[in-house]
């Protein structure tokens, strides 16, 4: 049996606590995944999804709940220890890429490795190998505004990658994309889930990419609403 990876139990999310405004977005999730799983999660704009995904990966505290990561309970850690957490265990992938500008397409893949302290010469070593792995080599001196869409996805792909997570969260990974290039996109995904083994959450509100997964879960008005297996995952 596989080893659960993300582990939440009644998680509950409010926004301006105590005040007159106060709005609860999520009513009490209860989310397993499990270790080398590619799962979506789906659903409209203001499902609860984006809350949902800022809490798996560590951006945003739930109100109430548990939540254990890799072994680690989060809910009980402090903001530091969140920081180091995150930066170790979660790769992030966003729909606008999240690349710094002025920099090569090997020093923000470097980046994550940086915070982490890696000694310099093993964090080129990797961030080569890396856009090798994700079909940049040939571009890894590139600035941001010298790739194509595609290719600064593939180098957000990379840098996700460059601290060995256990888990890459991507955010509509290939919602600034056109069909072609993001076909390639899920691709590379397959590609790291089968290959590499990485546990991966892609966050959609695609049906389409979620049914390329191996477990689709539904969330609408806060609520997991429906669970149900995947197609070619």
Not at 187 to 202: C, M, Y
Not at 214 to 229: F, L, S
């Amino acid at each position: 049996m596989s080893e659960v990876i993300i582990d939440l139990k009644h998680i509950i999310k409010r926004f301006y606590e105590g005040q007159t405004n106060e709005l609860e977005i999520l009513h009490g999730i209860d989310l397993t995944v499990k270790k080398g799983e590619f799962v979506s999660i789906v659903g409209a704009s203001g499902s609860g999804k984006t809350t949902l995904m800022n809490i798996i990966g560590i951006l945003d505290r739930a109100s109430e709940g548990s939540y254990v990561l890799d072994g680690l309970d989060v809910s009980e850690a402090k903001d530091k220890e969140l920081s180091n957490i995150r930066n170790e265990k979660i790769g992030f992938v966003f729909q606008t890429y999240n690349l710094i500008a002025r920099t090569s397409a090997l020093k923000n893949v470097e980046l994550p490795m940086l915070y982490a302290k890696v000694p310099r010469k093993e964090r080129t070593r990797r961030a080569k190998e890396l856009l090798e792995l994700v079909g940049m080599g040939e571009r890894m001196g590139h600035k941001p505004d010298e790739l194509s869409g595609g290719q600064k996805q593939r180098v957000a792909i990379a840098r996700a990658m460059a601290n060995d997570p256990s888990i890459i969260l991507a955010d509509e990974p290939t919602g600034a994309l056109d069909s072609k290039t993001g076909r390639k996109i899920m691709d590379l995904f397959h590609k790291l889930n089968k290959e590499q083994g990485k546990t991966i959450v892609l966050i959609t509100h695609s049906p389409e990419l979620a049914a390329e997964t191996g477990r689709i879960i539904t969330i609408k008005d806060g609520n997991i609403i429906g669970e149900e297996a995947g197609g070619t995952c």
